[in-house]
């Protein structure tokens, strides 16, 4: 059966941490697979913010919780203190990313790669299940797709039970990277992270730091509803939710769906695709 399950991120405000509560109310009473927590956008919490929401997650709202840990930004020390508090709090499953650059956080040595702090975490901490991050249309820093499935293969023998994607807006670019990770010899579930453009400066920016292929559907819909926010939000989620149609029919392991701390948005897609992901094997 294919997988459904939400990213949220750590907010930054009181009036946030309670708009976040409220989501995460929704999400529960969707029956997520799991849920994923990004690192803090602040420095000094970039750790203990996405611990914090974890346990929330997994104690409070009794789903699976998943913590995000950027390999750039922790020493061995580090590591080993959010991997205790997070067995403390019984959260199992942490995503293991390199991390983008954050100015005004100064990197560590320990981990230079996504692989290192997979290997560290496998090595360490057994019982964890370690999901990795992958680009079905490459990472911008690598040289091509080859060199791209080369470090994916590094991080999955270094002990990735699982990969999940980074946002696509083409298909055909998911089944084509999952065509490569198998020739590539990669047979962990490739599981779809599907990013649903609910408005233009959403749109905007994605299309401004994200080398994601874009097709001529998508660029008419921002083109014809980019003046009526209402119907932009609502051709965004419709064009998701064809997306997900077409991967869970043709077997997708599993779909991510970023949330960006909406609601409404999770709940309208799983109204769409629920009935769906009871018939996919």
Known sequence: MTSLSYEVFPPNSAVGINHLNQVLAALQGLAPSFISVTCSSKAARLAQETVRVADYVENCCHVPAMAHL???????????????????????????????????????????????????????????????????EKHPESLDMVAELQHLKLKVDAGCDQIITQLFLDNRCYYRFRELCAIAGIDVPIIAGIMPIINERQANRILRTSAVAVPEKFKDILAKYHDHPEALKQAGISYAIDQIVDLVTNDVAGIHLYTMNQADTARQVEQNIGALLQVSC
Request: charged fraction near 30%; include cysteine.
């Open 70 to 136: 950027p390999a750039w930004y922790l020493s061995r020390t580090d590591v080993d203190r959010i991997m205790a508090q997070l067995r403390e709090r019984h959260v199992g499953r942490v995503l293991v990313l390199r991390g983008d650059e954050r100015p005004g956080l100064a990197k560590k040595d320990d981990f230079p790669h996504a692989s290192d702090l997979i290997a560290y975490i496998r090595q360490n901490y057994p019982d964890f299940q370690i999901t990795g991050a992958c680009y079905p």
